[in-house]
């Protein structure tokens, strides 16, 4: 990899230009736009350019060079960075590839299916000596920062509960979108695609990052108990009730669904023995503490994409930026250890179908929805209840916990129960 200087900036290639692949193509173009001084968007490649003939055109028009292969994209000198946006079962080995032909990597998110691939990635990383960032856009955000000083300055005190809660409704059409939709495995490797790994990982990644004991780290779950459940023809689950406990002492619930037609942005509630503090997705974070009352303003989506690709290119360039964090592979594996430790240590129950109903979208696609669901989230999150510990829903079952201190190796999903 040639010398990156601070005053050189990045070139970027892409792999993808479907899906999340457009979006960042799109991002990093924007952040041309917008920043000061900007990474440079100077190829891409796709595993089916047919398909995408008119973004192709497009970006030849700007001069972005087209590559047949991965390999050609490696091959490029102009070529510094490379950003993931594949299916999970491609991180480790296109940013093993990557690392191998002398380029930076970000990786998009959740970071692998198994914490054994995340530690394989550590290892290739420190080997290569390249820099390693993993797309979860929140970390990115200014605001996030600016919480976790306050958190670690002490102004809410100890921290002794977390509460995550979110509806994103998700229809037919999203489990049929692609091959690993709702998947266990693709390709023999993990996957566990689910709302916990998948659409609403970004969340509960933000409040161990938060919860962290540093600047650097995040706060590591040491034990679970989970309640999952499935109102899709799904192999994983899209609905669930997950309690961590974190080695900093404090616990983290996470109460989180597709299967319903009311949606709840997630939200994030810090408690502390001297104050609170609430972040609200694409609002504000709100902090209550000794002295009042105060908000720290929250990026939307596209603007933390954006503050993303900046944080990267400085990032690549050696450039400490002290207003953003950046979300490492040590970070993103609290996470995976989460992720894969409550798909050890529960079933995935499925809801039996009087209590799921089908609602039909403007789409015309549908989406199952478990009767209730949406008041049990809510009711659960003022109360810091799990599903089960409220009571409220016959389809409920008792969680089941996983000792996770030291956890290393992903060994298998507990398994499923029949209806």
Same mark, same amino acid.
């Not at 590839?97 to 990597?105: Q, T």
């Not at 091959?179 to 693709?186: H, I, K, P, V």
């Not at 540093?214 to 034990?223: N, Q």
């Not at 950046?326 to 970070?331: G, K």
């Given at each position: ?53 008119? /973004? ?41 590839? &990557? ?33 390693? &960032? ?48 709702? =998947? ?31 600047? @650097? ?7 679970? @108990? ?75 989506? @596209? &603007?933390? =994409? ?10 690549? =360039? ?11 592979? @040590? ?14 240590? /529960? ?20 989406? =199952? ?35 996770? &201190? ?14």
């Amino acid at each position: 990899m040639a010398a990156i200087t601070s005053n050189t900036p990045v070139g970027i290639g892409v792999v993808g230009l479907g899906g999340y692949g457009g979006r960042i193509i799109d991002t990093i173009l924007e952040a041309a736009r917008r920043d000061d001084h900007p990474p440079r968007l100077v190829a891409v490649t796709s595993s089916n350019p047919a398909r995408h003939s008119e /973004a192709l055109r497009r970006l030849e028009d700007l001069g972005v060079g087209i590559c047949s292969s991965f390999d050609d994209l490696l091959a490029r000198s102009d070529v510094e960075a490379v950003w993931l946006p594949i299916p999970i079962d491609l991180h480790r080995p296109f940013m093993d590839r &990557a690392l191998a032909a002398g380029k930076a990597v970000m990786c998009e998110k959740p970071v692998a299916g198994s914490i054994d691939d995340c530690d394989l990635m550590i290892e290739s990383r420190d080997r290569h000596g390249l820099p390693v &960032a993993i797309g979860y856009q929140s970390i990115y955000d200014p605001a996030t920062l600016a919480l976790k000083r306050r958190v670690l300055g002490g102004e809410l005190g100890r921290i002794s509960s977390i509460v995550l809660h979110g509806i994103w409704p998700r229809d037919s059409g999203y489990y049929g979108r692609a091959d690993w939709a709702g =998947r266990l495995q693709r390709n023999g490797s993990w996957i566990l695609d689910s709302p916990f790994q998948n659409a609403l990982n970004h969340f509960p990644n933000l409040a161990l990052f938060i919860a962290g004991p540093t600047r @650097e780290t995040s706060a590591v779950p040491v034990f679970v @108990e989970a309640e999952l459940y499935r109102a899709n023809d799904i192999e994983t689950y899209d609905t669930a009730s997950i309690r961590l406990t974190l080695d900093t002492g404090a616990t983290l619930l996470v109460l989180i669904t597709h299967a319903s037609d009311q949606p709840r942005n997630p939200t994030i509630r810090f408690v502390g023995d001297r104050g609170t503090a609430t972040w609200n997705f694409d609002e504000t974070i709100t902090v209550d503490h000794s002295e009042g009352t105060d908000t720290i303003d929250v990026l939307d989506v @596209e &603007a933390q =994409r954006v503050t993303m690709v900046a944080a990267f290119d400085r990032l690549v =360039r050696g450039v400490h930026d002290p207003t953003r964090a950046v979300a490492t592979l @040590e970070t993103s594996r609290a996470t995976l250890v989460a992720v894969d430790g409550v798909t050890e240590a /529960a079933p995935t129950h499925p809801v039996p179908s009087r209590h799921v109903r089908e609602v039909g979208t403007a789409r015309g696609a549908t989406i =199952r929805t478990i009767d209730g669901i949406a008041e049990l989230v809510d009711h659960c999150a003022a109360t810091g209840e799990m599903f089960h510990e409220a009571g409220l829903a016959e389809w409920t079952t008792a969680a089941r916990g996983k000792d996770l &201190a030291g956890y290393r190796h992903f060994a298998e999903p507990y398994g499923t129960t029949a209806d």
